[in-house]
C-alpha cells in the first residue's frame, strides 16, 4: 500500500524488485467512492497474486547508474523502426529485463505499463539508472527518438503520431480502455496505423486482454511480434490473450526476448519486418 508520493513511488518500485506482485495507491482522505473502488482493487490484486508464478530470484542492491553515450547515437538501419512494449503484473521487471540488455543504439521504444499516475515517473527513472538507453516518463509532443524508451505517464492514454518523416508521442485524457488508462490497446492501435512494417510488438506478463486485439491489427500492417511464454510470465493472461488472437509470431522465454530483437536487426538490414 503506497503513498503518492515521490518517495512512496521509489519504495513501491524497488518493492517490486525484490519480489512483491502488485501494489495498490492509497487513496485521499475521506473519498467515500475512492475506498470503495480500492476494497475491490486490494480483492482483485489478491486473487491475481494467489494465482501468481513466483520467481524466487535474489534481486541485486541497487546499482549504480549506467554511463549513457556522450551525444545521442544514430539507430541501426532505418529510423522509422521502432519496438513497443506492453504489460501489466509483474511487468516492471520483465521490462527492466527486455531494456538492459538492449544496447544505447536501439531503435526508440515506447512502453505502457498498468500503474498509477505518479509511479511511472519513478518507474522511468530506475529504468534511465539501469539501461545504457535513456529512457524516461513520455511527454506531450515530443519527437520519438533513437537511444530512447519512453513510459506512458500512469495517467494518461499513449498514441504514436506522425509529422512528416517524424514519429511523435501524443498523450490524452480520455476514458479507460479494457479498464485501463493507460492502455496497451491505445498504443498498439495507433503504432499500427502509423509505423506498420516498422514497428515490433513485445507483450510481456500481466491480467486480462488488454492490447490482445490491437497486437492482431499490428500484425496485419506488417509488424512482428513477440509474446512472453508461460513459464516465465508471472501472470500469463496478456501474452496468452494475445496469442489466443493470433497476433503474435512467436512465444520466448523473458530473457530470450531482447536477444531476439538483436537478432532481428542484425538480419533485417533495413528492411522487411523491422525493430
Same mark, same amino acid.
Given at each position: 500500500?503506497? !503513498?503518492?508520493?515521490?518517495?512512496? +513511488? ?5 518493492? &517490486?524488485?525484490?519480489? =512483491? ?10 473519498? +467515500?467512492?475512492?475506498?470503495? #473502488? ?9 486473487? *491475481? ?16 547508474? /549506467?554511463?549513457?553515450?556522450? %551525444?545521442?547515437?544514430? =539507430? ?7 519496438? *513497443?512494449? @506492453?504489460?501489466?503484473?509483474?511487468? !516492471? ?14 531503435? =526508440?521504444?515506447?512502453?505502457?505499463? $498498468? ?10 527513472? %530506475? ?7 535513456? /529512457?524516461?516518463?513520455?511527454? $506531450? ?9 519512453? /513510459? ?11 509529422? +512528416? ?14 479498464? $485501463?488508462?493507460?492502455?496497451?490497446? *491505445? &498504443?498498439?492501435?495507433?503504432? +499500427? ?11 510481456? !506478463?500481466?491480467? @486480462?486482454?488488454?492490447?490482445?486485439? =490491437?497486437? &492482431? #491489427? ?13 513459464? !516465465? ?12 488472437? @493470433? @497476433?503474435?509470431? #512467436? ?8 536477444? %531476439?530483437?538483436? #537478432? ?8 522487411? $519486418?523491422?525493430?
Amino acid at each position: 500500500m503506497s !503513498t503518492l508520493t515521490e518517495r512512496g +513511488a521509489e519504495t513501491t518500485i524497488r518493492a &517490486l524488485e525484490l519480489g =512483491a506482485i502488485d501494489f495498490v495507491a492509497k487513496p485521499g482522505l475521506g473519498i +467515500a467512492a475512492g475506498l470503495q #473502488e480500492l476494497g475491490r482493487d486490494i480483492c482483485e490484486k489478491i486473487r *491475481v497474486a494467489s494465482r501468481a508464478r513466483m520467481h524466487r530470484n535474489v534481486a541485486p542492491a541497487p546499482a549504480a547508474a /549506467v554511463p549513457k553515450p556522450a %551525444r545521442p547515437l544514430p =539507430a541501426r538501419g532505418s529510423t522509422g523502426k521502432l519496438i *513497443v512494449i @506492453g504489460a501489466s503484473t509483474g511487468g !516492471t521487471e520483465a521490462i527492466r529485463e527486455v531494456l538492459t540488455r538492449l544496447p544505447a543504439d536501439t531503435p =526508440a521504444v515506447l512502453i505502457t505499463q $498498468h500503474m498509477p499516475p505518479g509511479f511511472t515517473r519513478s518507474f522511468a527513472a %530506475r529504468l534511465d539508472r539501469l539501461c545504457r538507453m535513456t /529512457v524516461r516518463e513520455a511527454v $506531450h509532443g515530443e519527437r520519438v527518438l533513437p537511444g530512447h524508451a519512453y /513510459v506512458a505517464p500512469g495517467d494518461r492514454h499513449m498514441r504514436l503520431a506522425r509529422s +512528416a518523416a517524424n514519429y511523435l508521442i501524443e498523450l490524452d485524457d480520455g476514458p479507460p480502455v479494457n479498464r $485501463h488508462k493507460t492502455s496497451v490497446e *491505445v &498504443l498498439f492501435r495507433s503504432v +499500427a496505423a502509423q509505423a506498420g512494417p516498422n514497428a515490433f510488438g513485445v507483450m510481456l !506478463t500481466g491480467m @486480462g486482454k488488454d492490447g490482445a486485439a =490491437a497486437m &492482431l #491489427e499490428m500484425k496485419r500492417a506488417g509488424s512482428y511480434n513477440i509474446a512472453q511464454d508461460e513459464a !516465465t510470465s508471472v501472470v500469463f493472461g496478456m501474452p496468452k490473450e494475445a496469442i489466443a488472437c @493470433g @497476433g503474435v509470431d #512467436e512465444v520466448l522465454a523473458l530473457t530470450r526476448i531482447a536477444g %531476439r530483437i538483436e #537478432e532481428k536487426l542484425a538480419g533485417a538490414g533495413g528492411a522487411a $519486418h523491422c525493430v
